[in-house]
């Protein structure tokens, strides 16, 4: 599933090689601001606005092909997190514009074996300035119907020690810390949630609009259409060679099976509009 077929390049879109050999699109907007997204996984590795890198990369991703790249903003679909199906890969790619890019992910043999099911998956990346926004389209292509949830797993260049996240006071939580398996409800309490150990947190009906301090210098707004969930993730000591460059900020539909037709939308942008 990882072959894909370019349709069109131009100025905007280029595809080459990526790490391990795999198609990389590199999407550039007229103001510069720069995008990386591999075909495999349908994986954004790579937003640089002013050439300063807003996504991270873990240094123990694999490019291979044989495993999601960890880093970037890679697709949990058709199931959130860990379990019997693990993340998809998109397939093919087709250019609608100057800086929007679609890719589609269809089900074949291998996605017939572990999840059995027809459907289509358009996934649309654009650039903007200062903004990095993402369309995600699932439609029904079976004659049954199915349901499933998702995730837009995001990995942050952060210091963990300094980011914080603002618009979550008030949500309801499911707390994976510390049984991922039998998650604590609860409430969020704090108007500026911080990262000052392990962090593994579900957010329900989270708002539209959320605030990230990467603790780096930079704002980063992430505003959201249809997601309904956020998740908060930082390995700490777990992944002790990295886990203070990055936090996880995911939109998700996680704790729901969603119908069959879905569209949501995330934007994430960098200063002021
Ligand atoms: O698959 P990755 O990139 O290693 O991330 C795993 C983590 O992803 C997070 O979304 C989950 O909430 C964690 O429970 C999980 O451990």
Redesign the pocket.
């Known amino acids: 599933m990882a072959s894909a077929s370019v349709e069109s390049v131009d100025t905007y879109v280029k595809v080459t090689d990526g790490l391990g050999g795999l198609p990389k699109v590199i999407l550039t907007s007229v103001h510069g601001s720069e995008a990386e997204i591999y075909l495999f996984g349908g994986c954004v590795t790579s937003w640089r606005v002013d050439n300063t890198d807003l996504l991270y990369v873990?240094p123990d991703a694999i490019f291979t092909g044989l495993k999601?790249i960890?880093?970037g903003m890679?697709h949990?679909f058709p199931q959130?997190?860990?379990g019997p199906i693990q993340?998809s890969i998109v397939d093919s790619e087709n250019v609608e514009g100057n800086h929007v890019v679609t890719l589609v992910l269809r089900d074949d043999p291998y996605s017939r074996s572990i999840w059995d099911y027809s459907f289509q998956a358009l996934y649309k990346v654009s650039l903007d300035r200062n903004t990095l926004s993402t369309e995600l389209k699932v439609t029904n292509t079976d004659e049954k119907p199915f349901s499933f949830s998702t995730?837009l797993?995001t990995?942050f260049r952060a210091s963990v020690t300094g980011a914080s996240v603002k618009g979550l006071k008030g949500c309801k939580t499911l707390n994976?810390d510390p049984d991922?398996t039998n998650p604590v409800e609860g409430v969020e309490e704090r108007d500026v949630v911080t990262f000052p150990g392990f962090v593994?947190?579900?957010y329900l009906d989270a708002p539209g609009e959320l605030y990230l301090d990467n603790g780096l210098g930079d704002l980063i707004t992430i505003k959201n259409t249809n997601w309904s969930d956020v998740?908060l993730?930082n390995?700490h000591l777990?992944?002790e060679s990295c886990y203070k460059d990055f936090v996880?900020v995911?939109n998700?539909k996680c704790c729901q099976q969603w119908p069959s037709h879905f569209t949501v939308f995330k934007h994430c942008n960098i200063g002021l509009e």
């Open positions: 873990r999601p960890s880093g890679p949990c959130f997190g860990p993340q995730a797993h990995y994976k991922p593994d947190c579900i998740v993730w390995p777990t992944i996880c995911e998700a």
